[in-house]
């Protein structure tokens, strides 16, 4: 059973606008979440954590959003940038030796 | 720069074929994973390693095993490969010690069984 869901597996976007990635989790136990962007023919990297004592965290144009009653988190690409196009992966992990990946969003920028 | 290294980026085997993807990490990470990665299903953990000889079952091991000798060093191997194993395969690297660091992955291995 899927712990960690994406359920848009492909999002359209104009360059320069907001792109808004959203995640549901099921185990209330998860305490840390990630989101990775993984680009065709190369492996996912690392784009931006959040702990669950928080409900935000920024990182330059990507913000992370954090609701834990509804087990929702939710990127933000502000303004978004052709180079954002990728398939972006959320997880969730609360041993931090296993991690809970989701289906993965396909970002398009229009430019 | 940190890296992970996949011994191969793209593998045909045929089905009954004992097939080995080799992963090297060059960070002195404590643990180590093997994923694979099917369209609409996202990336499944296959093994996990925590330490050199250890090892933990992840959420698809079956058909598959692990061997981990060295620090820097995780094998995965289909014992028997069959075409159900056709999928890309991630390795990643991440240091020890709480939920707070990220994963470091490979650029993959393509394999096709046929």
């Known amino acids: 059973d899927q712990q960690v869901k994406q359920n848009s597996p492909s999002l359209s976007v104009q360059e320069g606008r907001i792109s808004i990635l959203n995640c549901d989790y099921t185990n209330s136990m998860f305490d840390y979440f990630l989101w990775y962007k993984k680009y065709p023919a190369e492996g996912p990297t690392f784009l931006i954590s959040?702990?669950?004592?928080?409900d935000k965290n920024e990182d330059g144009r990507f913000t992370v959003f954090l609701n834990k009653s509804a087990k929702h988190l939710s990127l933000h690409i502000v303004p978004s940038q052709p180079g954002d196009s990728a398939v972006y992966f959320c997880a969730a992990s609360s041993t931090g030796n296993q991690f809970y990946f989701g289906t993965g969003t396909s970002l398009t920028v229009i430019p | 720069d940190v890296k992970v290294t996949q011994s191969s980026r793209y593998l045909v085997k045929r089905t009954g074929e004992k097939v080995f993807l080799e992963c090297v990490q060059d960070m002195d990470h404590e643990n180590m994973f093997w994923y694979r990665q099917d369209p609409g299903l996202g990336l499944r953990l296959i093994y996990f390693s925590y330490d050199v000889k250890m090892k933990e079952k992840g959420d698809i091991p079956e058909g598959y095993s692990v061997s981990r000798e060295k620090k820097e060093r995780f094998s995965l191997i289909l014992e028997s490969a069959s075409t159900n194993q056709t999928s890309m395969y991630l390795c990643?690297?991440?240091?020890?010690?709480?939920?707070?660091?990220?994963?470091?992955f490979g650029p993959g291995t393509r394999l096709t069984v046929l």
């Open positions: 959040i702990s669950s004592i928080k």
């Open positions: 990643a690297s991440r240091k020890a010690g709480g939920s707070g660091d990220e994963q470091f």
